[in-house]
């Protein structure tokens, strides 16, 4: 059958990877692309560097095949608003990233005005700049898009298969449309009523199809040649889900990358909103199978405090540093580092809360303070896991976890020790990517279904947590104090 090619487009850089019919990964390339920050609170990307940073990976990869290609799955990072024009193909803005938060007044009028029970009953999402919707509005009454009928709208999955495609195909699939606070997550549908509230129009949003099943074919726009089968999508962290092998209700997954975000498979039917969590499609196995749901907590920021570590505070040179100088000290001396640099989110969803450090002393050195942030992603995991818990009714009896940070056995056994239940890493972290080949390889017939998944996923190490709950409650509850110091800091929304 030949490879499954993977493109991972994720925040700060893009991937192409060849997965074999055993789900073993034998090559990949890799590009970082610029980050743009025009204002405070603005973060934009340039969708035509992009777009060149992936072909420039596909054509890397391409060189060193010694198999055809049987499919191309795609995982992309989801909320973030592009536009572009159908006739030329030219982007029309910059496009805004999920982090970006310039329509927080616009969430706020909304919400004043009543819109959050439609909001959270038709998409399972919160009235919060980080979903595309508000971006899209502003992008038309700000950002001098024009809404005619050559305008396209999407998300960066829309984009590169529009540019993978030549520009044949306009479409998306349930996992990225239900992050956009446009799509009804119960027919599957964009949402007329709410395209009218935020502005949006209805005819520039892509076609909306299955996760898995094909898109449309490539033309020659990179090395690998026209022909070949776009036949799975999805958003980045469903897409992990799926690699996971998160098949069955209640298996939770966490991916620790830029943020930080917890998935829980609640099954085929879509559960009533639920405060401090986001209900999201997981993903559709075709036209005539009912879709997976899940339950998820966005948490904003994780590995980038470690990269505010490195760039910001010059605490550490690289971020592999890190796990090393964490755990050469057995505590924090009892500091805390809230990073809610963009705000909080789940299960708070505080835009204007921001970054804080509490219980500082003269004695706080390097190694605490990088010990604080590393304990910082286990705390706002456990945040969301309570939530989910108390939601469903259900603990999960372990978390998976991938993503950068996940290498550090010092995270994942703290992590246990907060959760109070096994933590396991798999031994092949690209879950994400592993997730969008299975979807593509799936629709064409590479892999028998989600059972091939699970046969493929192995376990790298299995962290037991403590028998102490009470010193995890306690460190728990100071965490949650400090929580409450960094919240409302910027009422202004600045």
């Not at 703290?414 to 990517?433: C, H, I, Y």
Request: glycine share 10%; charged share 20%; hydrophobic share 40%.
């Amino acid at each position: 059958m030949g490879y499954v090619v993977a493109l991972d487009a994720g925040t700060t850089g893009v991937r192409a990877m060849a997965v074999t019919e055993q789900g073993e990964i034998r090559s990949i390339a890799y590009r970082e692309f610029t980050q743009h920050f025009p204002e405070p609170g603005w973060v934009e990307h340039d969708l035509d560097e992009i777009w060149d940073r992936m072909r420039e990976v596909i054509d890397e990869l391409a060189a060193g095949l010694d198999a055809p290609v049987a499919a191309i799955g795609i995982t992309n990072q989801r909320e973030t608003a592009a536009a572009w024009d159908r006739r030329t193909g030219e982007p029309r803005h910059r496009a805004i990233v999920w982090q970006d938060r310039r329509t927080a007044d616009v969430c706020d009028r909304l919400t004043t005005d009543g819109h959050l029970p439609l909001v959270r009953s038709t998409t399972g999402l919160v009235l919060d700049p980080y979903f595309t919707g508000t971006k899209y509005g502003w992008l038309l009454e700000h950002g001098g898009v024009e809404a005619d009928a050559d305008l396209a709208l999407g998300t960066i999955d829309t984009w590169l298969i529009w540019k993978l495609t030549g520009g044949e195909v306009h479409v998306t699939e349930p996992s990225n449309a239900s992050r956009t606070m446009l799509f009804d997550i119960r027919s599957l549908e964009w949402s007329p009523e709410l395209c009218g509230i935020l502005g949006v129009p209805i005819d520039a949003l892509p076609e909306v199809r299955p996760t898995s099943g094909r898109f449309g074919v490539t033309a020659a726009t990179t090395d690998l040649g026209a022909g070949i089968p776009i036949s799975g999508v999805a958003g980045d962290q469903q897409a992990a889900l799926f690699g996971q092998a998160c098949f069955s209700p209640g298996m939770t997954k966490n991916t620790y990358g830029t943020g930080s975000f917890v998935l829980m498979n609640v099954g085929d039917e879509c559960p009533p909103p639920v405060d401090g969590l986001l209900t999201t499609v997981a993903w559709t196995l075709g036209p005539d199978r009912p879709a997976t749901y899940a339950y998820e907590g966005a948490i904003f920021v994780t590995g980038a405090a470690i990269q505010w570590l490195r760039d910001g505070l010059d605490i550490i040179d690289e971020a592999a540093e890190i796990g090393p100088l964490a755990a050469s000290v057995p505590d924090t001396g009892d500091v805390f580092i809230v990073p809610a640099f963009a705000g909080l989110g789940s299960p708070w969803w505080d835009p204007y809360a921001r970054g804080a450090i509490v219980g500082l002393t003269r004695g706080t050195g390097r190694a605490e303070m990088a010990r604080a942030v590393v304990e910082s992603m286990a705390y706002q995991t456990r945040d969301v896991l309570d939530a989910m818990a108390s939601a469903s009714g259900r603990s999960p009896a372990e978390l998976r976890v991938d993503g950068g940070a996940s290498v550090m056995d010092l995270l994942l056994q703290f992590q246990a020790d907060q959760l109070g239940v096994p933590v396991s890493r798999p031994s092949n972290q690209e879950s994400t990517a592993l997730g969008a080949a299975y979807l593509a390889g799936m629709a064409e017939s590479v892999w028998d279904g989600p059972e091939a998944v699970s046969a493929a996923w192995q376990l790298d190490r299995r962290f037991e947590p403590s028998d102490d709950r009470a010193a995890a409650d306690r460190l728990h509850a100071r965490w949650l104090g400090a929580v409450e110091r960094s919240r409302g800091w910027a009422p202004s929304g600045g």
